[in-house]
């Protein structure tokens, strides 16, 4: 077996074994809309413990499949440039690569605290995105900031030393039809 078909079948079984709480959660949903189940306290207290690790395997499915999506989607990533190809339509879905604008605070020991990211803001008239001394909302700071560089305007040197600004491609996916 060559390394791809081991990675191929490997990737395929976990694939398989994800799909594994999806299954239990569609048969607990069946079970919970049937009108003839007369659920008792005991009852309730069960299903409501299926529900809990369901919730739980599912979460962590979901964590699982979003590293292995990641991991393939830079794979992919690395082929459509080679490649030449802008998207690809698979299983209903149509797969491409798409730029996404980042603004993210630095970590703490670098001097980037919260009570830093706001005094700075203020300092340079972007005071309005303050809630209070020490609170932002880093969403409203991200769009402003991609304003002021859609307009060509520079981020002032001393809120940036604090931010994590740049874009980075990734690959996603929007249903056809």
Do not use: W
């Not at 979901?62 to 690395?78: M, S």
């Not at 020991?109 to 990211?117: C, F, I, P, R, S």
Request: charged fraction near 30%; aromatic fraction near 6%; include cysteine.
């Amino acid at each position: 077996m060559s390394i791809g078909e081991a990675f191929k079948s490997g990737l395929l079984d976990q694939v398989e074994k994800l799909k594994q709480p999806v299954e239990e959660a569609r048969l607990i949903k069946e079970e919970l809309r049937d009108p003839r189940n007369t659920v008792d306290y005991m009852q309730r207290v069960k299903m409501f413990a299926r529900l809990e690790l369901l919730r739980r395997d599912l979460e962590e499915s979901l964590k699982e499949c979003k590293a292995q999506a990641e991991k393939i989607g830079n794979e992919i990533l690395e082929d459509f440039a080679e490649a030449g190809a802008t998207s690809i339509n698979v299983e209903g879905l149509n797969i491409y690569p798409r730029k996404t604008f980042y603004v993210s605070k630095k970590a703490d020991k670098d001097g980037a605290t919260n009570a830093a990211v706001c005094e700075a803001l203020k300092n340079n008239g972007m005071g309005f995105l303050v809630a209070n001394s020490e609170s932002y909302a880093a969403s409203t700071l991200k769009a402003h900031i991609a304003e002021m560089m859609a307009e060509e305007k520079e981020v002032p040197p001393d809120v940036a030393r604090l931010l994590n600004i740049g874009e980075k491609v990734v690959l996603t996916s929007a249903k056809r039809g």
